[in-house]
C-alpha cells in the first residue's frame, strides 16, 4: 500500500510538472531566463519578511502569502519598466538589484526578531524554501496548490496563443490591436505566481533549473510548437515522478534529483551534436 505522504507527493509532483511544462516554452521563446532568476529572488525575500510577520503576528500561514504578493508585485514592476521601452536584462537587472539588498537586509531583522521570540521550526522553514519539502506537504497544502495550480493552468490555456505572438512578435500583435503590454504583464504575472506556488515544493536552489531545462531539451528535439509543448510536459512529468520514487528509495530531495536528471538529458544532447 502506498503511504500518504507519498500519494500526497505524486499528486504535488504531477501538478507542479504540468504548470512547469507549459510555461517552461513560453520561458526560453520570450527569453525569460532572467527574469526567472530575479522572480526567485523576490521568492526569497518574500518569504523571509512573512517568516518575520509571523512570528511577530504568530500566523505563519503568512510566509506563502507574503511571498506571492511581494513576487506579483516585482514582476508588475519589471513588466511596468520594460513597457516603458526599458530593456528586459535592463528592467530586471534593476528591480534584481533592489530585491538582493532588501533580501540580506529582511534576513538581519530576521534573526533579530528570532531571537526575541524563539522558534526552532523557522530554521527548518527556511531550508524547506531553498530545497523543497514535497514529502512534507499537507492536504492543505495539496488543495490550495491544486486550486491555485488549476487557475493559473486555465488562464495560460486561455491566452497561451497570445504569450506566443507577444513572444516572436509584440509590435505584429499591436498592429492586429492586440494590448502586447496587457499579455507581457500577465505572462511576467503567471511566472511569478507560479514560482510562488510551487518554491515549497520544488525550493529556491533548483527552481530556475526544472522551469528552463525541460523546454530547452524539447527545442533540441523540434521545431514544431506542439511537439516542444508536449516533450516539455512530458519530460518534466516523467522527471518529476522518477525523481520523487528515486528520493522515497534514496532519502535524498527529489529537487536535487529531478535536476540531475535534466541535465543529464541536455548535456547527453549536446555531447551528441
Known amino acids: 500500500m502506498i503511504p500518504e505522504y507519498l500519494l500526497r507527493a505524486l499528486l504535488g509532483g504531477v501538478m507542479v510538472s504540468v504548470l512547469l511544462g507549459m510555461l517552461s516554452p513560453l520561458i526560453n521563446m520570450k527569453g525569460l531566463a532572467f527574469l526567472t532568476h530575479a522572480t ?43 513597457n516603458r521601452g526599458f530593456s528586459s536584462d535592463t528592467a530586471i537587472g534593476v528591480i ?24 526552532f521550526a523557522l530554521s527548518q522553514s527556511i531550508v524547506s524554501y531553498l530545497t523543497g519539502e514535497l514529502f512534507l506537504i499537507t492536504l492543505n497544502d495539496l488543495m490550495f ?11 495560460m490555456l486561455a491566452f497561451y496563443r497570445d504569450f506566443l505572438y507577444v513572444s516572436f512578435d509584440a509590435e505584429g500583435l499591436e498592429t492586429y490591436s492586440g494590448n502586447a503590454r496587457f499579455y507581457l504583464t500577465l505572462l511576467y504575472v503567471l511566472v511569478g505566481a507560479t514560482g510562488a506556488l510551487i518554491v515549497r515544493t520544488v525550493g529556491l536552489i533548483t527552481l530556475q533549473v526544472v522551469a528552463v531545462l525541460p523546454s530547452t531539451i524539447a527545442m533540441m528535439l523540434s521545431n514544431d510548437l506542439r511537439k516542444i509543448l508536449g516533450i516539455s510536459l512530458g519530460l518534466t512529468l516523467l522527471v518529476q515522478i522518477l525523481s520523487i520514487v528515486l528520493a522515497y528509495l534514496t532519502d535524498i530531495p527529489p529537487s536535487g534529483i529531478a535536476t540531475i536528471m535534466l541535465g543529464l538529458v541536455y548535456g547527453f544532447l549536446v555531447l551528441r551534436r
Open 145 to 155: 496548490l491544486v486550486l491555485g495550480g488549476a487557475l493559473i493552468f486555465f488562464v
Open 40 to 82: 526567485f529572488h523576490s521568492l526569497l525575500f518574500g518569504a523571509v519578511l512573512g517568516m518575520i510577520l509571523g512570528l511577530i503576528f504568530s500566523n505563519f500561514s503568512l510566509v506563502l502569502w507574503v511571498a506571492l504578493i511581494i513576487t506579483i508585485f516585482v514582476v508588475i514592476l519589471i513588466a511596468l519598466l520594460e
Open 96 to 119: 534584481a538589484s533592489f530585491i538582493a539588498g532588501s533580501t540580506v537586509l529582511a534576513f538581519g531583522v530576521l534573526y533579530k526578531v528570532m531571537a526575541n521570540r524563539p522558534y
